[in-house]
């Protein structure tokens, strides 16, 4: 449940702040790096954990994942990221579909 609203606030926060001629080319870095590092994992995890053992791998993990996570809602701008884009707010930012250029 929580990974899911991640994902939307997140491609929210994509679209809302990363110009659009540049979306599809942040878009392809995002999806290249999150799903390209997930191979790493799994072969770093399966040896760790078969030398340390699965629950202290998992507080590892946790003792890496929290502070890491933590140290990034210190950054003001990721906390204070507004909700829109500076000077859409409130000007009709959103399009119907014709105008959009969606089929």
Same mark, same amino acid.
């Given at each position: ?30 999806? +290249? /790096? ?8 799994? !072969?770093? &995890?399966?040896?760790?954990?078969? #030398?340390?053992? @699965? %629950? ?15 140290? +990034? /809602? ?8 507004? !909700?829109? &884009?500076?000077?859409?707010?409130? #000007?009709?930012? @959103? %399009? ?8």
């Amino acid at each position: 449940m929580t990974v899911s609203l991640f994902f939307v606030l997140w491609e929210t926060a994509l679209q809302t702040h990363v110009p659009e001629q540049a979306l599809s080319r942040v878009s392809s870095y995002d999806h +290249l /790096l999150s799903g390209g590092l997930m191979p790493v994992g799994l !072969a770093l &995890a399966g040896p760790v954990s078969e #030398s340390l053992g @699965v %629950r202290p791998t998992l507080y590892a993990m946790t003792v890496i994942a929290v502070p890491a996570a933590l140290a +990034l /809602l210190r950054v003001p701008a990721v906390r204070r990221l507004p !909700a829109h &884009a500076a000077g859409t707010a409130g #000007s009709g930012s @959103v %399009r119907a579909a014709p105008d959009a250029g969606l089929p």
